[in-house]
């Protein structure tokens, strides 16, 4: 990630000077995709991973592993949605003068926290632990269906009015930044996952314990 | 270049705090899960935080 953050700040030229079209009013600020894009990307995957668990807790004899592992990725996708909504608004600021524009993309980005916020509340609400755990599962598999719908066939398809640039040709040296950025944000999807999933498996059988004495 | 020297030297400070943390949250996590484990094997009722 500092190699991502050197290459972004050192190597990589303004995007106007890289052929863009001179699309952006900021082109300097435009170095801030290496970080938005791989956030964005990482919420599809934490969500698709959470799905993935939720799937397993439906169909593989109800494990609480895999709830507690459906709910960190959610938990995770809420926060690389803020970042990604954070990064975009700071580039909106700069480029379109309001860090908040009602943008198709901002508006599906906007609904797509709302389902993530949905999650918590729905599991907040519900006391038996096996109950919960099962409503969740199925609306995570519900959520996962909305991430990419919301985050790229709702903008890319259906809203053709969009204040985000289109069909922008960056620089060769972006490309490789951002692969190499991706790269870095799903390990520390990886790592940050990791770390919640053994702090709750520890609970867990902490709990289990105290109810066996 | 210069003119970016400053921005890459907080965004690199940003970036050590935030691994700094996240390796110290996964350290306390290993301590925890190592007493959750000894607690669990010798039949104790309390576990530090």
């Not at chain 1, 259906?158 to 991706?182: C, E, K, V, W």
Request: aromatic fraction near 12%; include cysteine.
């Amino acid at each position: 990630m500092a190699l991502v953050l050197g290459a972004t700040f050192l190597w990589l030229p303004a995007a106007d000077a890289a052929g863009a079209g001179g699309v952006f009013s900021a082109p300097e600020l435009a170095r801030i995709i290496v970080l938005h894009l791989p956030n964005s990307m990482v919420v599809v995957i934490a969500a698709f991973t959470s799905g993935w668990y939720a799937f397993c807790y439906l169909t593989r004899g109800r494990n609480p592993s895999d709830d507690i592992r459906s709910k960190t990725a959610v938990s995770l996708a809420a926060v690389f949605c803020i970042l990604a909504t954070v990064t975009g608004a700071i580039f909106a600021k700069a480029e379109w003068g309001a860090y908040w524009n009602w943008d198709p993309k901002q508006s599906c980005i906007f609904l797509l926290l709302l389902i993530y916020a949905a999650y918590f509340v729905l599991r907040g609400g519900i006391e038996d632990v096996e109950k919960r755990a099962a409503v969740c599962a199925v609306y995570v598999l519900f959520a996962v269906l909305m991430t990419p719908l919301l985050g790229y066939v709702v903008p890319k398809y259906m809203a053709t009015q969009s204040l985000h640039p289109q069909n922008t040709h960056f620089d060769p040296a972006y490309g490789r930044t951002i692969m190499a950025a991706i790269a870095g944000f799903i390990g520390l999807f990886a790592w940050l996952q990791n770390i919640a999933v053994r702090a709750d498996l520890a609970r867990l059988a902490w709990e289990e314990h105290r109810c066996k004495q | 270049m210069q003119a970016m020297m400053p921005l890459l030297i907080v965004a690199l400070v940003v970036w050590l705090g935030v691994f700094s943390f996240i390796w110290s949250v996964d350290r306390k996590v290993s301590a925890l899960e190592r007493e959750v484990k000894e607690a669990i094997g010798e039949g104790k009722e309390t576990v530090s935080q």
